[in-house]
């Protein structure tokens, strides 16, 4: 049987939707257990059909499912599995979701638009998730919008790291490529003693992933510079920036993301992007067109896996991620 049992006859049982099932294995392996054997398929006409093929009755259950492409098709075979759990007698489902689906829409901008980061943790709610588990919330606020626990991982101590052991820390510059992230920004400065500069940019409300301009505030002349951020889509606001620190006399610029969603036209704006490395976590699965000497990807799995024993435990998950907030 897969899972962990303690002396005192706790079981945790990890289990994981079809959308990444490559991290999945790895936070399994870092567990030191199996997944769940899972019987999931898609009926003719789109409709997602899951059967686990042991038992859950009375076990800490983790359901695994990062938001990618198809994102509603995984983001619905999340909640029929947390579904069949709850049905199983599971004692506790936990909810892991590496890259949250719908988290840029977590408030209103203009009239009549929905707040669908909210619905996304009523629906995880309503299906019997007792408890949610994601990396790196578009915004912080997230965690309210679900009725009960949440865990938020940060991916900054590690990407910052690696970042650190690369470049001549003497000529670094930590760059914000719009306001919203500057604390994120802040956070990075602090951990690698490093100025910071900003993307000043005007956006297009009316169109999605649009800005109308950019203008760099802080000196970054021959400077190493760091693009930080939570995610990069289809990269076409990050190589602006990137062009724009270029055109301010940069002498290189990297960028360092947690989720590479990597949508529509990102391949191509990468591969021909003057930014010399693009520096991700494997919450998102990388598309096989993307496999550049320019992308790093970084597993995130073990401090997924760390966080998931805390839980178990009764830990601290907190604990794991001191000094970030």
């Known amino acids: 049987m897969s899972g962990i049992t303690t002396s005192g006859e706790k079981k945790l049982k990890l289990f994981s939707g079809r959308a990444h099932p490559e991290l999945a294995r790895e936070v399994a ?4 257990t199996e997944l769940v054997p899972t019987k999931a398929l898609d009926f003719a006409n789109g409709e997602i059909y899951v059967r686990f093929l042991d038992s859950a009755r009375g076990a800490d259950c983790f359901v695994m499912q990062s938001h990618t492409a198809p994102i509603n098709q995984w983001i619905m075979e999340q909640l029929i599995m947390i579904d069949a759990l709850k049905r199983a007698s599971a004692k506790s489902i936990t909810a892991i979701l590496p890259f949250y689906g719908y988290a840029r829409q977590d408030k209103k901008h203009l009239g009549r638009e929905p707040i669908s980061a909210r619905l996304v943790a009523d629906l995880l709610r309503q299906a019997g998730a007792d408890r949610l588990m994601a990396v790196d919330l578009h915004t912080a606020q997230i965690q309210g919008f679900f009725d009960g626990p949440v865990d938020h991982l940060f991916a900054l101590p590690m990407l910052a790291d690696y970042v650190g052991e690369k470049v001549d820390r003497s000529k670094l510059t930590i760059v914000s490529p719009d306001a919203g992230r500057v604390k ?3 956070q990075w400065c602090d951990r690698l003693d490093a100025p910071l500069a900003i993307i000043h940019k005007r956006r297009d409300m009316t169109r999605a992933n649009t800005i109308l301009s950019a203008e760099v505030v802080g000196d970054v002349k021959d400077r190493v510079c760091v693009l930080v951020d939570d995610m990069i889509d289809t990269a076409g606001t990050i190589c602006a920036a990137a062009d724009a ?25 990468l591969k021909n992007s003057r930014v010399s490395e693009f520096v991700f976590t ?7 067109q993307l496999q550049l000497d320019k992308i790093t990807t970084l597993s995130i799995a073990p401090s997924i896996a760390a966080a998931i024993r805390e ?8 604990s794991l991620f001191e000094g970030v907030h």
Not at 29 to 32: D, R, Y
Not at 250 to 256: C, G, Q, R, S
Request: aromatic content about 4%.
């Open 29 to 32: 392996e870092a567990l030191g």
């Open 184 to 186: 994120v920004a802040d």
């Open 245 to 269: 620190l270029f055109d301010n006399g940069a002498a290189d610029v990297l960028v360092a993301a947690t989720h590479g969603v990597l949508s529509g036209p990102a391949a191509d704006r």
């Open 282 to 288: 494997n919450t998102l699965p990388t598309p096989a």
């Open 311 to 318: 839980v178990f435990e009764e830990g601290s998950v907190t």
